[in-house]
C-alpha cells in the first residue's frame, strides 16, 4: 500500500538560510509521481513541485529543489534563501500509475522562518 | 483560471443532522477528492472519483459517503454528523492517466459539529 511519512512537525529556520524538509514513501510500484504543496496560515493549497519515478535529474522549480534518492524512497524539499514568506505548512503527496486517480497526503511539517 | 470551488467556508452543524459538503470544478478533470485535514494528521482520503458514478473509498470512509452525478461535481454526504466529523475539508480534481499533472484544490470548509 502507497504511503508517506513526514518525520518533521515542526521547523524553525533563520531568514536566508537554506532548509530541508524530509519525505519518504513507500510503494511497490515503479512508476509513480512525487508532490510538494505549500499550505500558507490562509489555507489554501499551493502546488509547489513535481518529480516522477523515472526522471533522471532532480526536479528544480525557482528555489525549489526536490532531493529525488529513489533507492532510499526519498523525496525532500529543498528551499534555497528562505524568506519570510515561507511559513507555512509543507505536504508531500505521491501518485502511483497503478491508481493514477489516487493521491495521497503526509502529514505535513510546519515551517517557520525567523528575521 | 482554473477553480475548484467549495460550497461553504464554514459550517456548524448538530449531532445526527445530514450535512453535505459540496464541490465543483470548472477543468474538466475525471478526477476528484475528498480529504480532512487534522493537526499532526496532515490531509487524509475520504473518497475519490474517476468518473461520472464512479466511487472509490479512501483510508478513512467511515461515516461518509459521496455522489458524483455530473462531472463537474463531487458531494461529500456525513449520513448522521458526530463530534469526531468536526474538521476541515477539502475538495480537489486532477486529470487522470497523467502521473506529473498536480491536483488542484478548494478553499476548504471548516465544519464544526456541536
Known amino acids: 500500500a502507497q504511503k508517506i511519512t513526514q518525520t518533521q512537525p515542526g521547523m524553525f529556520v533563520q531568514e536566508k538560510e537554506a532548509v530541508t524538509l524530509d519525505c519518504t514513501y513507500d510503494?511497490?510500484?515503479?512508476?509513480?509521481?512525487l508532490f510538494w504543496y505549500k499550505q500558507p496560515s490562509s489555507g489554501e493549497m499551493i502546488f509547489l513541485i513535481y518529480?516522477?519515478?523515472?526522471?533522471?535529474q532532480n526536479a528544480t522549480e525557482g528555489r525549489y529543489s526536490l532531493n529525488f534518492q529513489k533507492a532510499r524512497k526519498s523525496a525532500n524539499l529543498v528551499i534555497s534563501a528562505s524568506q519570510l514568506g515561507d511559513s507555512a505548512m509543507y505536504f508531500c503527496a505521491m501518485r502511483e500509475d497503478s491508481s493514477a486517480s489516487k493521491i495521497i497526503f503526509g502529514s505535513g511539517t510546519r515551517l517557520s522562518i525567523r528575521p | 483560471d482554473v477553480k475548484v470551488t467549495q460550497s461553504s467556508r464554514y459550517l456548524v452543524k448538530r449531532t445526527g443532522e445530514k450535512v453535505f459538503l459540496e464541490c465543483v470544478q470548472d477543468m474538466d478533470h475525471e478526477n476528484m477528492f475528498w480529504y480532512r485535514q487534522d493537526p499532526g494528521l496532515g490531509l487524509r482520503l475520504i473518497y475519490f472519483?474517476?468518473?461520472?458514478?464512479?466511487?472509490e473509498k479512501g483510508d478513512i470512509p467511515e461515516g461518509y459517503s459521496v455522489s458524483r452525478e455530473k462531472k463537474e461535481r463531487f458531494s461529500l454526504i456525513l449520513e448522521s454528523a458526530s463530534t469526531n466529523q468536526t474538521s476541515m475539508y477539502l475538495c480537489?480534481?486532477?486529470?487522470?492517466?497523467?502521473?506529473?499533472?498536480?491536483?488542484?484544490f478548494g478553499q476548504g470548509t471548516r465544519l464544526t459539529v456541536v
Open positions: 480537489a480534481s486532477s486529470t487522470s492517466r497523467v502521473l506529473n499533472t498536480e491536483a488542484f
Open positions: 510503494t511497490s510500484d515503479q512508476s509513480y509521481g
Open positions: 518529480q516522477g519515478s523515472y526522471d533522471e
Open positions: 472519483s474517476y468518473d461520472v458514478k464512479m466511487k
